[in-house]
C-alpha cells in the first residue's frame, strides 16, 4: 500500500490551498479516510475526516468553517481544501486511512489511523 500526500507550499496568510492524497494498493472505498497534521512545537491534531462515500464529514475545531474535506473514490484520491489559512496552519499534514469517521475520530485522526499513511506535505503560512 503507497499512500503519497502533495500540493503543499508557501501561502500567504488569508490564502487558499488543496492537498491531495492518493492512495495505491488499497481498496480505496472500503475505508474512511482522514487527515492530521504536525505543527512544529505541538503534537499531532486532527483535521478531520469523512466517511467511505463522503456523505458524513468531522472536522477538527481549529479548521472548522475554514477547511474542507472530499474524495474521489474513482480517482482514489483524498483532497483537503484550505482557505482563510493563518501562520498557525503551518505544518506537515498527513492523510491516513481509518475504519470509521466520527467527532470523536476527526479530532484525533492519528490516534485511529490504520498502518496506511503517507510521508506528509508540506504547508508553510507566512503572517
Known amino acids: 500500500v503507497q499512500v503519497e500526500e502533495s500540493g503543499g507550499g508557501f501561502v500567504e496568510a488569508g490564502g487558499s490551498l488543496r492537498l491531495s492524497c492518493t492512495v495505491t494498493?488499497?481498496?480505496?472505498?472500503?475505508?474512511?479516510m482522514g487527515w492530521y497534521r504536525q505543527i512544529s512545537g505541538k503534537g499531532r491534531e486532527g483535521v478531520g475526516c469523512?466517511?467511505?462515500?463522503?456523505?458524513?464529514?468531522y472536522y477538527g475545531d481549529s479548521v472548522k468553517g475554514r477547511f474542507t474535506i472530499s474524495r474521489d473514490n474513482d480517482k482514489a484520491t483524498l483532497y483537503l481544501q484550505m482557505s482563510s489559512l493563518k501562520p498557525e496552519d503551518t505544518g506537515t499534514y498527513y492523510c491516513?486511512?481509518?475504519?470509521?469517521?466520527?467527532?470523536?475520530?476527526?479530532?484525533?485522526?492519528?490516534?485511529?489511523?490504520?498502518?496506511?499513511r503517507g510521508k506528509g506535505t508540506l504547508v508553510t503560512i507566512s503572517s
Open positions: 491516513a486511512a481509518l475504519k470509521l469517521c466520527s467527532a470523536v475520530v476527526g479530532a484525533q485522526v492519528d490516534f485511529y489511523a490504520l498502518d496506511y
Open positions: 494498493g488499497l481498496s480505496f472505498d472500503d475505508y474512511a
Open positions: 469523512l466517511t467511505w462515500n463522503g456523505a458524513i464529514k
